[in-house]
C-alpha cells in the first residue's frame, strides 16, 4: 500500500479480452460501495462529463437488474444489465450497450481496503471477444470526451461539485 | 487474436517487448545492439523481434535480419492514443466518483458517532 495508484492505470490483456482498471480513492469500502450502488450517488458521477445521467431501473442486489440512460449533446445512449453478486468487497454485472444489443461484458469490481480511508478499487471487463475489447477500447473518440476536463477540473478545485453537479458550467468549455 | 490492436497489445505484453520498443524509440538498432544487454540469447531477441514485426510494430529494412530494426511510431502511436484516451475516460469518470466520495465523508459523521475512532 505505499505505492498508492491515484490516477487510474489500465491494462489490455493479450491472451483474454479483458481490460483492468485500478484506482485509489481516499474513502473507506463501505463508502466506495455506496457509491456503486446508491442509484441517486452512482447517476452523479458515472457520467460522461456533460451527459444526465437517468436510472431507468436500479435494483443493486444479488439477482437484480439495472438501466441508465445517458443523454449528451440531443444523443442518447442507453446501457443495461444484471446484477449477478453485491457484496460489500465484490460486484459482478453485466454490461450492455443497447445498441450493440448482442454485445455483453462481464464487469467485476473488488473493493480491497488499504487502511486509513483509502480503498483500492479493480475492475476488471471481460468482453465477449478480442475484436469487442478493442471497441470499447477505440469507442468514444468520437464523442469529445476531452472537451470537459477543464471544466471538471475547475469544479473540483472549488469544491463545487456538491451544489448539484454538471449542467451549471456548460460555457466553459468549446 | 486476428484483428491487429489485438496483436499490438499481445505483443506489448511482454516486458522484455516493451523495453525493446522503449529502445527503439531513440533510433533505429540491429539485432545485435538490441540483444547485447539482455542475458538472454541473440536468437530469443530474434523470436521478440519476429512477434513486434508481425503486429506491425517495427520493420526491417533489409531482408534476412541484417539490417537495423525500425520502430513504426505510427502503429505504436495509434494504439497507445486509443488507450489513452480509454484510460483518461475511466479517470475523469473516477474523479467525478471522488467528488461524490469526498462529500460522504460529510455526511457519514452525523451525531451518533464520534470522530474518536482512530485514538486506539
Known amino acids: 500500500m505505499n505505492d498508492t495508484i491515484t490516477t487510474a492505470t489500465i491494462e489490455a490483456d493479450p491472451t483474454v479480452p479483458i481490460i483492468r482498471i485500478t484506482r485509489d480513492f481516499a474513502a473507506t469500502p463501505a463508502q466506495l460501495f455506496r457509491a456503486h450502488t446508491d442509484p441517486e450517488l452512482f447517476a452523479r458521477w458515472v457520467g460522461p462529463d456533460r451527459t444526465a445521467v437517468t436510472l431507468d431501473y436500479w435494483d443493486a442486489r444479488t439477482g437484480g437488474s439495472w438501466r441508465y440512460v445517458g443523454a449528451h449533446d440531443g444523443m442518447e445512449f442507453a446501457f443495461r444489465g444484471c446484477f449477478h453478486e453485491v457484496r460489500p468487497d465484490r460486484i459482478v454485472q453485466t454490461f450492455t450497450w443497447e445498441a450493440e444489443p448482442d454485445g455483453v461484458a462481464l464487469e467485476t469490481l473488488l473493493l480491497e481496503p488499504l487502511g486509513e480511508r483509502r480503498t483500492r478499487l479493480r475492475i476488471q471487463s471481460l468482453c465477449d471477444s478480442f475484436e469487442a475489447r478493442d471497441a470499447w477500447l477505440r469507442s468514444g473518440m468520437e464523442v469529445g470526451v476531452d472537451q470537459g476536463y477543464a471544466k471538471l477540473d475547475g469544479l473540483l478545485a472549488a469544491g463545487q461539485i456538491a451544489e448539484g453537479a454538471g449542467e451549471s458550467a456548460d460555457g466553459a468549455g468549446a | ?120
Open chain 2, 1 to 120: 487474436m486476428s484483428d491487429p490492436l489485438s496483436r499490438v497489445f499481445a505483443a506489448l505484453a511482454d516486458p522484455t517487448r516493451r523495453d525493446l520498443v522503449a529502445r527503439l524509440t531513440e533510433g533505429d538498432a540491429t539485432v545485435g545492439q538490441l540483444a547485447a544487454p539482455y542475458p538472454v540469447s541473440v536468437q530469443a531477441i530474434s523470436k521478440h523481434l519476429k512477434v513486434l514485426e508481425q503486429a506491425g510494430l517495427v520493420s526491417r529494412r533489409t531482408e534476412g535480419h541484417r539490417g537495423p530494426v525500425h520502430l513504426e511510431a505510427e502503429v505504436f502511436d495509434l494504439m497507445t492514443k486509443w488507450i489513452e484516451r480509454y484510460r483518461r475516460r475511466a479517470e475523469a469518470r473516477f474523479r467525478r466518483l471522488d467528488a461524490v466520495l469526498a462529500e460522504l465523508d460529510d455526511d457519514e459523521a452525523p451525531g451518533h458517532r464520534p470522530a474518536r475512532e482512530e485514538t486506539a
